[in-house]
């Protein structure tokens, strides 16, 4: 059972363009939204979170936005760079010890 | 301030082999959570330490175990390995377990098994 379903798998863009990667989730209990950012040979680095009070959060060129009832939350990314090509990973934290449920991730390439 | 850090960077096991993967946690973080990352998917948590006692597990089976130092470094066993435990083992530490607690992941084990 897929608890955090990712989509796209796969994602081009111009350069200067807006990437955007969506997520959904299930389980209303989850309280604690972030993305994290994964090069290869790397492991993943968190890029920016989200809690379920708050329906906008932007950090740079990131932005999340969240919709608590459609249960689904998206990263934006403004100004796309070569250098954002990476594989992008939403995730849920679940239960009381900060475990976390990745989806499947999104690859990211941005194109000059 | 130091990151996470792990090791080795790549091991090679055959089946049926035992293997001890290590993790250094960040400075000041006391908490570290195991994860398995098959080739193109995300990663799978194992479980997470705490005060040197496991403090939750996910789906794996018992032969996945580990350990947390006073120091608060860790390892991952695996025994009996099998060839889909083939994977990147990231490691990643927290301040803590409670709310709001990001973590921080170490860039991984490479672990291949033949």
């Known amino acids: 059972q897929q608890q955090v379903k990712q989509s796209p798998q796969s994602l081009i863009v111009q350069k200067g363009g807006i990437s955007i990667i969506n997520c959904a989730y299930e389980?209303?209990?989850?309280?604690?939204f972030p993305w994290y950012q994964q090069f290869p040979g790397k492991g993943p680095a968190l890029l920016i979170a989200i809690r379920p009070d708050v329906s906008e959060k932007k950090e740079g060129r990131f932005t999340i936005s969240f919709n608590k009832s459609a249960k689904q939350f998206s990263l934006h990314i403004m100004d796309s760079q070569p250098g954002d090509s990476a594989t992008y990973f939403c995730a849920v934290r679940s239960g009381g010890y900060n475990k976390l449920i990745f989806g499947a991730g999104t690859r990211l390439a941005v194109h000059p | 301030e130091t990151g996470v850090t792990q090791s080795p960077t790549h091991l090679i096991k055959t089946r049926g082999q035992q293997v001890t993967l290590r993790c250094s946690s960040q400075s000041g973080h006391n908490t570290v959570s195991w994860y398995q990352q098959a080739l193109g998917q995300g990663p799978q948590f194992i479980f997470q330490y705490y005060r040197e006692e496991e403090n939750g597990r996910g789906n794996f089976p018992p032969r996945f175990s580990g350990l947390q130092f006073p120091n608060y470094s860790s390892e991952l066993n695996v025994n009996a390995l099998e060839l889909d435990d083939s994977a990147l083992y990231l490691c990643?530490?927290?301040?803590?377990?409670?709310?709001?607690?990001?973590?921080?992941f170490g860039d991984g084990t490479r672990l291949s098994i033949l």
């Open positions: 389980n209303t209990a989850f309280d604690y």
């Open positions: 990643a530490s927290s301040p803590g377990t409670g709310d709001n607690q990001p973590q921080h």
